[in-house]
């Protein structure tokens, strides 16, 4: 609707009207209403100024000592608020100023200013407007209008909403901008750390053993292999009988009652807590395990094992060795290849529930390792050569108490044992009982002074070095000095000249000193070396002795007696043994071997590394060698015709040492024989050494060798040496 004119509507007459039904008296007349009392007529009386009517035309009213004030009208007058709104919100104190001002004194029509009303904060007040045309003078009988003292007091400033919203809203977003990093991080990179920690506490975990490779002869024959089998454990807190529980486990485990008890006492472990696991058994048959989960005794359970079998016993017990219960190689083979043979266990990991529903959930999470089995050992030993091998010795060592024998069967072309064995030995498949002494291997464990038997080296290092020929002879006296220590011989010559057949058939240690003061203690001592002693063979054992030879420098005015008889040396009889098969190799010395391929888990067999050959001799010198030994097995009253075998030409040579242990003489005498067969040709080198501490063993080491080579000979289908004449010997040529 258009703005309402500041001027009084106006009625035709020309005269203010404050109704368009004003019905009141004409002016000039008298009213009759009472002043001061409020009513319709009165109400519409009212200018929108807040006078009447009268008082606009300037007419005093009636009763002016009765004039309303705006007090009395407002409560007299029900309709004044409604005209107070539509009079555009003056202030009241102006209003009321303005009717009490004498009708007078307010000449002609008075303008009112309506207020401003507050629009909002002052930054949003409109500029104020200017005027376009010129104010026009007030007129003089008008007086000034009275305006307010002050403006009216602003509504207060209130805080801007939109700058909270903005605030909250970035602060909500930066919580989801962290929460989402996290969840990131969380899924990307703790990933495994959380799922693991999780899975660990409802899986379990069972061992997949192994099983471990077996260890065969060189036919293929086992000699030692796992089979599976059980054992028993008990749970000590679960048992509540124990002695019956003892009582009822005893006769299907082979254990006393009283031990099984003792093993089901319950216990601590280091941590304070109760044990929960104790071996009663291990190896334990299947068909014996069968029969102790019938029994449904509670605390006993039964799992899966492994169980170590030796068919032959005590068949090559000292170089197969043992392992423990776990399946760790201890002693032998088995602990020297442990690694090989052992193979990696496999490890089954399942989530399981607990209490009556511990068994493995479907669908849950499982891993399985498999287990990756180990590979086999395929040895050189012949388990039927190495059978008889053994029998002749525990034969022959029967009479001799606390005796120890050792014999080495070595094939000469290639290095391979084909035999070693060890008097006295043990039960392989139960080894607690056994000796500690019983177990080891004598051939590379044996030290001793090998005495004659090293006289071979002496000869073949002078004829290697031009000192002799196969035809030299030397005028020999009865004994020698050397230093302080007089060497006589066994067969006095009396100062005849003796041949080297001879020295060596009657082994003569004037004759032998006398060459090596030729060769000189350094040439000695480095063809002792390129024979193989002083350091070990590595032929396959653990724990095999070096041996020792004197070094030059630390000789005495005596050494340069003994060393050259084989005093003063410590060797091994495999030692010993591997520079005979030397000189039957046509002075090509190899490597002593055990192991002669592994086979692996898919079957696939990989060759040993090949041993390590060297030249001792030239082949004419190694012959030439080869014949002056005969002398020992076939010239009358010589020292080895006891282990002469018939039908096949033999060289060899005996020997008589002593035992060290810890450098240390021990009581008795170590006697030997180291030969080859057929000699002409020959095809096996056979080592016997025998200690017998009360004496005796010359007696046992050459028919033993005897024995060995002649069954050797026959198992392998070696001709005899019929159609090669045998050489004749002259002990004192002319």
């Known amino acids: 609707m258009p703005p309402r004119s500041d001027e009084p509507r106006r009625n035709p007459t020309g005269s203010r009207r404050g109704s368009s039904r004003d019905t009141g008296p004409a002016d000039g007349e008298s009213r009759t209403d ?22 606009e035309r300037g007419v005093p009213a009636r009763g002016a000592e009765q004039r309303r004030t705006p007090r009395s009208t407002r409560s007299g007058d029900p309709f004044r608020p409604a005209l107070q709104v539509l009079d555009g919100g003056r202030a009241a104190a102006a209003r009321a100023a303005r009717r009490d001002a004498p009708a007078a004194g307010r000449g002609g029509v008075v303008r009112t200013v309506a207020p401003r009303n507050p629009r909002g904060p002052v930054g ?19 007086p000034a209008g009275r305006r307010p003292s002050r403006k009216p007091p602003r509504p207060p400033k209130l805080a801007d909403p939109r700058l909270r919203l903005r605030l909250g809203t970035a602060l909500t977003l930066a919580l989801f901008a962290v929460i989402g990093v996290r969840l990131v991080f969380l899924q990307a990179v703790d990933t495994p750390a959380y799922a693991g920690g999780g899975v660990a506490d409802r899986t379990r975990t069972v061992e997949l053993p192994a099983p471990r490779g077996a260890i065969y002869d060189r036919t293929g024959a086992e000699l030692a292999h796992s089979v599976e089998a059980r054992y028993v454990f008990a749970d000590p807190t679960e048992i509540t009988d124990a002695a019956t529980t003892a009582k009822a486990l005893s006769p299907l485990l082979g254990i006393p009652a009283s031990k099984l008890a003792e093993l089901m006492k319950p216990r601590k472990l280091e941590n304070g807590k109760p044990s929960r696991f104790e071996y009663l058994a291990r190896g334990v048959e299947i068909p014996a395990a069968k029969r102790v989960q019938a029994l449904e005794l509670p605390g006993i359970g039964v799992h899966r094992d492994e169980r170590r079998e030796v068919p032959g016993g005590d068949l090559a017990a000292n170089l197969i060795g043992f392992t423990s219960q776990d399946m760790d190689g201890l002693e032998g083979l088995e602990a020297r290849y442990d690694e090989l043979l052992a193979g990696q266990d496999g490890r089954r990991v399942y989530e399981a529930g607990l209490g009556d529903l511990a068994a493995p959930i479907p669908g849950g999470y499982s891993k399985t390792t498999p287990a990756k089995p180990g590979s086999s050992l395929a040895l050189t030993i012949d388990r039927d050569l190495q059978f008889k091998t053994q029998q ?13 024998a050792a014999a080495v069967i070595i094939d000469v072309p290639t290095g391979e044992v084909l035999s070693q064995a060890s008097d006295p030995t043990y039960n392989a498949a139960k080894p607690l009982p056994s000796d500690p002494v019983a177990r080891e291997d004598a051939a590379t464990s044996f030290v001793v002074d ?11 290092a002078a004829l290697q070095e031009g000192v002799i020929t196969p035809d030299t002879t030397l005028p020999i006296a009865n004994s020698i000095k050397k230093g302080d220590t007089w060497f006589s011989d066994t067969h006095p010559a009396n100062g005849r000249k003796m041949s080297l057949p001879g020295m060596l058939a009657y082994s003569s240690n004037v004759g032998t000193i006398t060459i090596a003061d030729r060769l000189g203690p350094d040439r000695l001592i480095d063809y002792q070396k390129r024979f193989g002693l002083g350091q070990p063979t590595g032929e396959g054992l653990p724990g095999e002795a070096s ?8 000789w005495s005015e005596s050494s340069a007696g003994s060393v050259p008889i084989g005093h003063s040396v410590d060797a091994t009889p495999l030692q010993m043994a591997a520079a005979y098969a030397a000189i039957a190799n046509d002075g090509t010395y190899v490597q002593p071997h055990l192991v002669k391929e592994t086979v692996g888990p898919d079957g696939k067999r990989t060759p040993a590394p090949p041993p390590v050959t060297r030249s001792v001799l030239s082949p004419q010198n190694a012959a030439a060698l080869r014949t002056m030994l005969e002398a020992v097995t076939t010239v009358d009253g010589a020292t080895g015709v006891t282990a002469a075998v018939p039908g096949y030409r033999v060289a060899g040579k005996t020997g008589t040492g002593w035992r060290l242990v810890d450098g240390r003489k021990q009581p008795g005498e170590v006697s030997s024989f180291i030969g080859m067969a057929p000699a002409e040709k020959p095809r096996y080198v056979i080592a016997v050494f025998v200690y017998a501490p009360d004496g005796g063993g010359a007696a046992i080491a050459g028919p033993a060798f005897r024995d060995m080579m002649q069954f050797t000979l026959r198992h392998y ?10 050489p004749k010997f002259v002990v004192y040529p002319r």
């Not at 002749?392 to 120890?404: E, F, K, N, P, Y």
């Not at 090293?454 to 073949?460: D, F, Q, R």
């Not at 289908?717 to 045998?726: E, I, K, M």
């Open 717 to 726: 289908r070696v001709p005899p040496s019929n159609g090669a004449s045998t």
């Open 124 to 142: 949003d007040e409109p500029p104020p407007r200017r005027r376009t045309t010129p104010r026009a003078p007030r007129r003089a009988d008008r």
């Open 547 to 554: 041996g020792r030879l004197l070094p030059a420098d630390e």
């Open 392 to 404: 002749i010795l525990s034969t022959a060592m029967a009479q001799q108490r606390g005796g120890t």
């Open 450 to 460: 090998p005495g004659s038997v090293h006289k071979a080296i002496t000869y073949g």
């Open 34 to 55: 009472e002043p001061g009392i409020g009513g319709i007529s009165g109400a519409r009386a009212y200018t929108p100024r807040g006078r009447t009517v009268r008082e």
